[in-house]
């Protein structure tokens, strides 16, 4: 790994030198999506521009290439999560298709009436709704374990939810709206304890900390390409094999097939069960190149750069007049939620968009989460491990200076 400079590592990336408003771009959205680095763009465009083929290796030379280079690619992502075997890594269309697979294959066929779901209050609508879909399929049941009111999960809680009756457990290792760093590695041996399978949605995690599947025992862990510095439309499930080959196939077509005749069709091994038709060939050879890339750079090192990079804004945010934090737990990473009573939401949005500082400001797809915090939303700066602390003291300067009545 190379040593960790912030300004070589901007250097990487295109989008990031531009003026917005006639200011510099500050990008502060990351934990709604991530800029690209040149490596993810000139892989993809070289796959368009040369390798260009659908998938099936031996009919010819495109063909061969393209091939290789969608496998060489879900060999690192197998790298990059730690995970023992490539076949226990499925490309799907990103975290939220992920956590519908999981629930409509595993789920169908494992959860049945009078079971339950048990998922938190900080969850992402992404590991809410499928779970409700299935409830409604199937008549289990959904259980809330809580938060407290920094935004923590409280563990002692949780472990009294899990049940002989509980047949999963969903839950975000990092929260999107709230920032904070879940025990995963704890609650999946609670879980485990009772033979109950956890799904660990990596959306938050993957890109700001090392991540590794076997050490954390995780039977499902999600990502999603454009939130760790790829493309859109295109993520990771990945699951472990004694589970993978015991779920039925989710969707049907080319591809996911060994045989098939109108009496009968013999499934493929996974991964290739689960992916049916043509994949985002493209969006896989730049995930591929994001997950290269960010190991060049080693995550160790972005997550001790992030980490105090998050402590120093959130000291700075801090000294604003009436800011009130929106989840202020003990382990956070990248999020930095507030609202500032008085002044709506979206007009500092606004407001930082003029400065050409961009935020989020909404209920950042996690309502519940909110809502414990008596709110319908908040401005959301988050940071990746190409800001810098004179883009957070710019904001910090901007917001001091928001027109107030
Ligand atoms: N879970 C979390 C924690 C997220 O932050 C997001 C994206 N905002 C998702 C799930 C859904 O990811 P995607 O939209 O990429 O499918």
């Not at 969707?251 to 996974?270: C, L, R, S, W």
Request: charged share 20%; hydrophobic share 40%.
């Amino acid at each position: 790994a190379r040593a960790f400079d912030v300004h070589s590592v901007r250097s990487d990336f295109p989008a990031l030198h531009q003026q917005v408003n006639g200011r510099p771009l500050i990008w502060l959205d990351n934990a709604a999506t991530t800029h690209k680095p040149k490596a993810v763009i000139d892989a993809t465009s070289s796959f368009y521009s040369r390798d260009n083929s659908n998938i099936h290796r031996a009919a010819h030379a495109l063909a061969a290439r393209s091939t290789d280079l969608f496998e060489n690619a879900r060999e690192s992502v197998r790298k990059f999560l730690g995970a023992s075997s490539a076949k226990e890594i499925v490309f799907v269309r990103g975290t939220t298709e992920a956590i519908n697979l999981v629930a409509q294959s595993y789920g169908r066929k494992n959860i049945g009436a009078g079971d339950e779901i048990l998922i938190t209050h900080m969850e992402h609508h992404a590991n809410i709704v499928p779970w409700q879909l299935l409830a409604e399929q199937t008549g289990a049941t959904i259980r809330v374990a809580p938060i407290n009111d920094r935004g923590e999960l409280i563990l002692d809680q949780f472990a009294t939810l899990l049940n002989g009756r509980t047949k999963l457990v969903a839950i975000t290792h990092v929260s999107n709206a709230l920032g904070t760093v879940n025990p995963v590695e704890q609650v999946i041996a609670l879980a485990h304890a009772f033979g109950v399978p956890v799904l660990v949605d990596g959306a938050q995690s993957t890109p700001h900390m090392p991540v590794n599947v076997q050490a954390l025992d995780a039977d499902f862990y999600t990502l999603s390409g454009h939130k760790i510095f790829g493309p859109t439309g295109i993520g990771v499930l990945y699951g472990k094999s004694s589970l993978l080959s015991g779920m039925p196939p989710w969707q049907g077509g080319g591809h996911m097939i060994k045989d098939v005749t109108f009496a009968k069709t013999v499934y493929n091994e996974p991964p290739e069960k689960f992916e049916a038709g043509t994949p985002d060939i493209a969006g896989v050879v730049g995930l591929g190149a994001a997950v290269e890339y960010l190991m060049s750079i080693g995550m160790p090192a972005i997550a001790a750069y992030e980490h105090a990079l998050l402590e120093y804004a959130t000291e700075s945010l801090a000294t604003i007049p009436g800011i009130r934090p929106i989840g202020t737990a003990a382990n956070k990473a990248s999020v930095l939620s507030f609202v500032i009573p008085g002044i709506p939401n979206v007009d500092i949005a606004r407001h930082l968009d003029k400065h050409g500082i961009a935020v989020r400001a909404g209920h950042h797809c996690a309502q519940p989460a909110q809502r414990k915090f008596g709110v319908e939303g908040s401005v959301r700066p988050s940071l990746a491990f190409y800001n810098t602390r004179d883009e957070v003291d710019t904001l910090v300067d901007v917001l001091k200076r928001l027109p107030r009545n």
